[in-house]
């Protein structure tokens, strides 16, 4: 399975940007999906997740209120939607497949290669 981000780009501070996750050759219908966040010298920290349905999310506090995660499993896709975006989101953006029922997995299998997302003051 075979991820794809992109989206990422350059922003200032209050700014929005929409990241999509998207694989190609594989339906995503059984897959939970998360988004992941590596700044420089930080640990790998998950933003967001979203069960194989599209029922159940979840958010790290930092995000809560400003990121939305979706699906559209038509199109095999996962958005992250991230509203009045500060400097500390600055980080690679990467997308995680886990196949599974539950909401959201502690292990993911499969990973995306990322998209960097900037954020200037």
């Known amino acids: 399975l075979q991820l794809v981000e992109s989206g990422g780009g350059l922003v200032q501070s209050g700014g929005s940007l929409r990241l999509s996750c998207a694989t190609s050759?594989?339906?995503?219908?059984?897959?939970?999906i998360g988004w992941f966040r590596q700044a420089p010298g930080k640990e790998r920290e998950r933003v967001s997740c979203?069960?194989?349905?599209?029922?159940?999310?979840n958010y790290a506090d930092s995000v809560k209120g400003r990121f939305t995660i979706s699906r559209d499993n038509a199109k095999n896709t996962v958005f992250l939607q991230m509203n009045n975006l500060k400097p500390e989101d600055t980080a690679v953006y990467l997308c995680?497949?886990?196949?599974?029922?539950?909401?959201?997995?502690?292990?993911?299998?499969?990973w995306g290669q990322g998209t960097q997302v900037t954020v200037s003051s």
């Open positions: 995680a497949a886990e196949r599974t029922l539950l909401d959201c997995p502690h292990k993911f299998d499969y």
């Open positions: 050759r594989f339906s995503l219908d059984y897959y939970a």
């Open positions: 979203i069960s194989s349905s599209g029922g159940s999310t």
